[in-house]
């Protein structure tokens, strides 16, 4: 081999890598794209219908909660479909359904319970979302998943000393969805360059 194929070696391997890993790349960031929009969709409407009956803990609003984390776990599962980034994902999907199973007990007990459950559900999706975005940080579009997640992790914290308050209230809790709700819609936006190299 001369000197000269020696040095274009690296170039190619490097183009040749490129182009075996972008559609695969872009093809996660449509994916993800269409589920980002889809739970921003969802978050607002679920955040509009819950806080209009937050007042008292009925069983329409027990109901509500325990559903959030299970679109959380569904969507998981969607997204471990698309991206085969097993492990954190797995994660959430089995937090998240423990979430729902104890948001349901919880709901049995008063709203300080279903504080105490809903933060630290909050807490540990946020972490697991955090970390997701920073090991996607490459593909574009994941400042806003860590953001979201980081604020998550605040939040749970939040809630859980919440319901330690003379009259714990649920509102706050519901209104954490739609700043979720708002970083999935940037997030879905900034994905659009990477998408459209599919």
């Not at 219908?49 to 803990?57: K, S, Y």
């Not at 009259?167 to 209104?175: C, F, S």
């Amino acid at each position: 081999m001369s000197e000269t194929e020696r040095s274009f070696c690296p170039a190619i391997e490097r183009l040749t890598m490129t182009t075996v890993t972008a559609p695969g790349v872009s093809t996660t960031a449509t994916a993800l794209r269409r589920l980002y929009f889809a739970r921003f969709g969802f978050a607002v409407v679920w955040a509009v219908v819950t806080f209009a009956i937050a007042d008292e803990l009925s069983a329409l609003t027990a109901t509500l909660l325990v559903i959030y984390p299970l679109v959380d776990a569904a969507a998981a599962v969607v997204d471990l479909r698309s991206s085969r980034t097993t492990t954190l994902l797995s994660v959430n999907i089995v937090v998240s359904l423990l979430a729902a199973v104890g948001l349901a007990v919880a709901s049995t007990s008063g709203i300080p319970a279903v504080l105490r459950v809903w933060g630290a559900w909050a807490v540990v999706a946020g972490l697991v979302q955090l970390i997701v975005g920073v090991t996607r940080r490459g593909m574009g579009g994941q400042w806003p998943m860590i953001i979201s997640g980081g604020l998550s992790v605040l939040a749970g914290g939040a809630f859980v000393a919440a319901a330690s308050a003379e009259d714990p209230a649920l509102t706050n809790a519901i209104g954490y969805a739609i700043p979720g709700a708002i970083l999935f819609l940037i997030a879905a936006i900034r994905l659009r360059r990477t998408a459209k190299t599919n």
